[in-house]
């Protein structure tokens, strides 16, 4: 199955579950292909820019890749927990600062 297609499995996720998100028209060096708002997860299809990616990528964002190896379900379950794991560090973060 195509990565692209597998992106689109995943905006189908997403839809379904009323997360906001947005994507890119076209594809452009070291960004990512679509971008979960209020998670700050960033999901990018397996490219020759992948390093690039990661070093813009890897503080204050989640970066995941979607490999060619993927299954689609395998994909949607990355994002899923990597959204979950963002959000419990978010909430996290916020009980310290008002110490809870």
Known sequence: MKNSTKLE????????????????????NGH?????????????????????FYRRHRKGYHPVFVRSSDTPKFAIEK????????MINQQTHLMKQHHV
């Not at 990018?44 to 390093?51: C, N």
Request: net charge positive; aromatic share 6%; glycine share 4%.
């Open 79 to 86: 994002v899923a927990n990597t959204i979950r794991e963002s």
């Open 32 to 52: 990512c292909d679509l971008f979960v708002i209020a998670a700050k997860v960033s999901v990018k299809i397996e490219g020759a820019d992948d390093d690039i």
């Open 9 to 28: 499995k995943i905006k189908k996720f997403l839809e379904e579950n009323g997360i906001a998100y947005k994507c890119r028209n076209r594809h452009r």
